[in-house]
T-cell receptor, first 111, second 115 residues
Framework: QKEVEQNSGPLSVPEGAIASLNCTYS??????FFWYRQYSGKSPELIMS????GDKEDGRFTAQLNKASQYVSLLIRDSQPSDSATYLC???????????FGTGTKLQVIP | DGGITQSPKYLFRKEGQNVTLSCEQN?????MYWYRQDPGQGLRLIYY???????QKGDIAEGYSVSREKKESFPLTVTSAQKNPTAFYLC??????????????FGEGSRLTVL
């Protein structure tokens, strides 16, 4: 079982719609959860971090964490063509605190 | 401006050669990381360091070596033992290695091609 799993996509949504991206992780001791956006050929950019169960909102982005289900999600409201990118889920585990990334979900926002 | 600087951005290597990728940060971050990304794939951890003069192997350390002699610097050497080194290499750093913070911030990456 992979430590951090994401559906590779592509996930296609029309402009203005809500995009929902999902991630599951295997280490129950994980403490910190991150969402990164990566444009083609560029380095990842942090867009959201979440540490406790529930929702965290920042502008058009909402991160949701459910530690009991080992599940993290990212909602993007009012999706824009500029949101088209690959979204990487990352999890910081216990112990030596290494950060493990999923393989990413490619999002396409259709004008 | 604070940030992470990787150099070179593009590097070509002949088979059998060692190459060193530079990573410097002026964010006063404790921890630094090296990841490798292959086309269409996620990031895989090569090495990480939480403090000067200490580092740990990640998931794919074979054929790579690192040093952490200064807090600001974490160079990665890709040795001739690495069988498939062509990839996009990303250096990152984080402010804390304990507790519930520690977001990773990335440099712009170094793209290595073996000829």
């Amino acid at each position: 079982q992979k430590e951090v799993e994401q559906n590779s996509g592509p996930l296609s949504v029309p402009e203005g719609a809500i995009a929902s991206l999902n991630c599951t992780y295997s280490d129950r001791g994980s403490q910190s959860f991150f969402w990164y956006r990566q444009y083609s050929g560029k380095s990842p950019e942090l867009i959201m971090s979440i540490y406790s169960n529930g929702d965290k909102e920042d502008g058009r982005f909402t991160a949701q964490l459910n530690k009991a289900s080992q599940y993290v999600s990212l909602l993007i409201r009012d999706s824009q063509p500029s949101d088209s990118a690959t979204y990487l889920c990352a999890v910081r585990g216990g112990g030596y605190q290494k950060v493990t990334f999923g393989t990413g979900t490619k999002l396409q926002v259709i004008p | 401006d604070g940030g992470i600087t990787q150099s070179p951005k593009y590097l070509f290597r002949k088979e059998g050669q060692n190459v060193t990728l530079s990573c410097e940060q002026n964010l006063n971050h404790d921890a630094m990381y090296w990841y490798r990304q292959d086309p269409g794939q996620g990031l895989r951890l090569i090495y990480y360091s939480q403090i000067v003069n200490d580092f740990q192997k990640g998931d794919i350390a074979e054929g790579y070596s690192v040093s952490r002699e200064k807090k600001e610097s974490f160079p990665l050497t890709v040795t001739s033992a690495q069988k498939n080194p062509t990839a996009f290499y990303l250096c990152a750093s984080s402010m804390r290695w304990g507790g519930d913070t520690g977001e990773l911030f990335f440099g712009e990456g170094s793209r290595l091609t073996v000829l």
